[in-house]
């Protein structure tokens, strides 16, 4: 029988009675096989059910084990076994957006039984329903359902070793660039994370982006300039360290770090639009309203230039070439 297992011999070597050496399917295929598996449970198929439909369809015979290592996320061809190391995780636009929000809504921790824990926190719903379905693309898991916090905000809490390294704080540049600057459509999708989590749109149209590290923003500011959005041209202090505030309690704290803001021209709102939009409802429609306002907005969504064109703004970047030949290799 011709039938492949996941680390078969291959069928050739079976009918030549050759030793038996044990080789792994390509890459290609496992992926194949491993988003089949997700798909089909998540319609709620049995496991021997997915086991024959996956036969079927690819000539692969799945064990009830992998089935199970896919559905709980602990094996995923795709970023490698156990997805433990950086250079495992493919760039995408799913992982660009997660970087961007985690580095505005996030926060890293190990706990005490070493776990490597991202937590995640926002009022908006959509924008906890948007991140737990991406993150869950990027680790090959099923989507988590947002949990409601007693202040009202949601919250998804991921336990990954690797996100945890690329995402703790303070957040190291070099490491997320690879990712982030993958094509426009990671700049796109970075920048869409980082303003639904960061970003702040005012009934005028104004829109600015506030964070308390201002090397990020310098490097926010000069990926918005590759997607033709143009902002002032350095962050500016919004509110010094030591300023008291209310917070969510009610309770007045002092601010421990010294806050920046961005401000994108209002002449840029539209190619902003255009190239990165909004998750959060209230925030894209406060774009939209000004835009309808300007009356400068065409019915279609048409980009302004082709999103298609990728690694033609980073060529020169050293480190994504190393990487694009690493990921050759994998
Ligand atoms: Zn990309």
Known sequence: MGRRNMSSVSSQDEKAGQAVKRRYLPRELRIKAHDMVIRLRLQGMSYNKIIYE????????????????YVRGLHNPRNGIYI?????????????????????????????????????RVKDKE??????????????RQALKPRV??????????????????????????????????????????IRGFFDAEGIVRKDGTMTVVNTDFNLLLYV???????????????????????????????????????????????????FYDMVGFTIDRKRKRLEEYLRRRKSRPASTTPIFSLFTPHLFFENNSILKIYLKSSKAL
């Open 54 to 69: 996956v036969y079927i369809a690819l000539g692969v015979r799945l064990s009830k084990s992998h089935i199970s290592y």
């Open 84 to 120: 433990s190391s950086l250079e495992c995780l493919m760039p995408s636009e799913d992982l660009a957006f997660v970087i961007g929000a985690v580095i505005g809504d996030g926060t890293t921790k190990r706990t005490k039984s070493g776990d490597f824990v991202m937590m995640f």
């Open 149 to 190: 916090l007693k202040d009202g905000r949601w919250a998804i809490e991921i336990k990954s070793k690797i996100l945890y390294e690329l995402l703790k704080k303070p957040i190291d540049i070099e490491r997320i660039r690879p990712f982030v600057e993958h094509c426009e459509k990671c700049v796109g999708a970075f």
């Open 221 to 271: 500011r000069d990926l918005l300039r590759k997607i033709n959005v143009e902002t002032t041209s350095e962050p500016k202090l919004h509110t010094p360290a030591g300023t008291s505030v209310r917070g969510r309690n009610g309770k007045v704290y002092k601010t421990r770090k010294d806050l920046y803001y961005l401000q994108i021209r209002k002449s840029s709102n539209e190619n």
């Open 127 to 140: 924008f906890a329903e948007e991140f737990s379905k991406r993150i869950a693309n990027v680790l090959g």
